[in-house]
């Protein structure tokens, strides 16, 4: 695992905690691309944004988590439909995890597709105003994870060793 971690601390700047820096010690990163404009005055997030985080469960193997404010339309609604069976939480309640092996990453572009297909020039009105900035940002770092991942599986990472000799 700690070969995947790595390449996720560097391309995210750390664990999710920022306290941690031991990789053996973490396996949780925050991938929402956030900035200091998303958090409000009172220090916690703004509740127009979709937090997204990555844990690792292996070297060929993350959970991907998706909460807050979850870009939801029909063809986000179709997309689910399809990859039901990596999807561990209803999207209605406001969390979601996906189980993502190594080869799966593609769909990663599809949900991206999917969530920014919501605000796309023609498509039917939507009713949540704050879509007009979350879609795409949420697409981007799906895009951005999806990336992250392709460069980090493409060649084999060590395995991890079995103990002492």
């Not at 039901?84 to 597709?113: D, M, P, R, W, Y």
Request: charged share 25%; proline share 4%; aromatic share 10%.
């Amino acid at each position: 695992m700690r070969a995947l971690k790595k390449i996720l601390f560097q391309a995210y700047g750390g664990f999710s905690d920022k306290r941690i820096k031991n990789l053996d010690k973490g396996d949780r990163f925050i991938a929402d691309d956030r900035n200091d404009s998303d958090i409000g005055a009172d220090g916690n997030l703004r509740s127009y944004f979709c937090m997204i985080f990555v844990e690792v469960r292996s070297n060929e193997s993350v959970t991907l988590g998706l909460s807050g404010n979850i870009p939801n339309g029909k063809n986000v609604k179709h997309w689910f439909t399809l990859n039901k069976s990596k999807v561990e939480t209803s999207i209605n309640k406001s969390n979601l995890s996906i189980n993502i092996n190594k080869g799966e990453q593609g769909f990663l572009n599809e949900l991206a597709i999917a969530i920014d297909s919501i605000v796309a020039p023609g498509a039917p009105r939507y009713n949540v105003k704050s879509y007009k900035f979350v879609c795409p940002r949420t697409a981007r770092s799906l895009c951005r994870l999806k990336k992250i991942l392709d460069e980090a599986w493409k060649q084999p990472l060590p395995s991890e060793p079995k103990g002492f000799f």
